[in-house]
């Protein structure tokens, strides 16, 4: 498999390169895209893009995987997947993408903001599949437990449906020390919260506040919590429609129904986007 690895933590973090050697030792057609510099938080985003400018590209070595092509870019995570996808660094499209090991966990509903998994959504908006590791942070980094669970799980993403995406935690832990691999919910909390510092001035000053609760077994904080590495489906993009029925209608529907095309009408009510049995994903051909 062709696969493209980025990460948000840049170019120069030791878990991209644990990770890119790891998955080109067990036999994996590997090339790297990432940032020059951190873009911790930067979500899905892909910066300023502007005709009249360009974003400045560097081939590099990377040091724990000399023989990988690898490529530093001027931006966040989302914009090299999107590079990548447009024909940047080649016409050969890449199978999958992968994008860490970030330093610390992605858990919780706080992935929203992080690059790390913003990386994998973007490439599912393009048809990809893609998953996305991050290992706990200690005073010791476990890249390399983390690698090794990643090119295990890697499998699982190739052999699933198109659109794909995996987000995969791992506990600070040595390999043989991790109790297993584990389907996981998102917990309501990640490691930290984000807070601020007092009102606002002529500066905020934000700070990351561990979270100090104890999460439920089957999430994704949790398990790594109790030595297990969690692994769970994301989805990006999605539409709230009310019914699995309407969605096949055309304009000339009653527009007291709330389906594509109809006209918005009094009694339309939005659907709840906290029911998951309300949520569609974009048809396959749709991107």
């Known amino acids: 498999m062709r696969i493209l690895v980025t990460n948000d ?26 940032p020059a510099h951190d873009w911790s938080g ?15 590209v560097t081939r590099v070595e990377l040091p724990a995987a000399p023989e990988v092509e690898a490529w530093s870019l001027d931006g966040p995570p989302g914009l090299a997947v999107l590079a990548t996808v447009l024909g940047g660094f080649g016409d050969r499209r890449p199978d999958l993408v992968v994008s860490g090991v970030n330093a610390g966990l992605n ?9 790390t998994v913003g990386a994998v959504l973007t490439a599912q908006n393009f048809g990809l599949s893609g998953l996305a590791v991050s290992v706990q942070s200690s ?30 935690n791992v506990p600070a832990l040595p390999r043989q020390q991790v109790r297993g691999l584990r389907w996981a919910r998102l917990a309501p909390f990640g490691e930290v919260r984000a807070g601020v510092e007092g009102p606002a001035q002529d500066r905020l000053q934000f700070v990351l506040r561990r979270v100090e609760m104890d ?13 297990y590495a969690s692994l769970t489906t994301l989805v990006g993009v999605v539409e709230a429609w009310p019914d699995e029925s309407g969605l096949e209608a055309g304009p000339t529907e009653l527009a007291e129904r709330l389906v ?15 029911n998951g049995g309300v949520l569609r994903r974009p048809r396959l051909g749709e991107g």
């Open 9 to 34: 933590d840049g170019i120069g973090s030791e878990g991209i390169h644990v990770l890119a050697g790891a998955l080109h030792r067990a036999g994996h057609d590997v090339f790297v895209v990432a």
């Open 42 to 56: 930067a979500s899905c985003a892909l910066g300023r893009m502007h005709p009249d400018e360009h974003v400045e």
């Open 260 to 274: 594509p095309g109809a006209p918005v009408h009094p009694v339309h009510r939005v659907p709840d986007p906290s």
């Open 139 to 168: 005073e010791q980094w476990y890249w390399g437990t983390a690698a090794a669970l990643a090119v295990e799980a890697l499998p699982l993403v190739a052999e699933a449906p198109a659109r794909t995406a995996l987000n995969l």
């Open 215 to 227: 999460h439920d077994e089957d999430t994704d904080q949790g398990l790594v919590q109790t030595g």
């Open 107 to 115: 858990t919780g509903r706080a992935i929203l903001h992080s690059g």
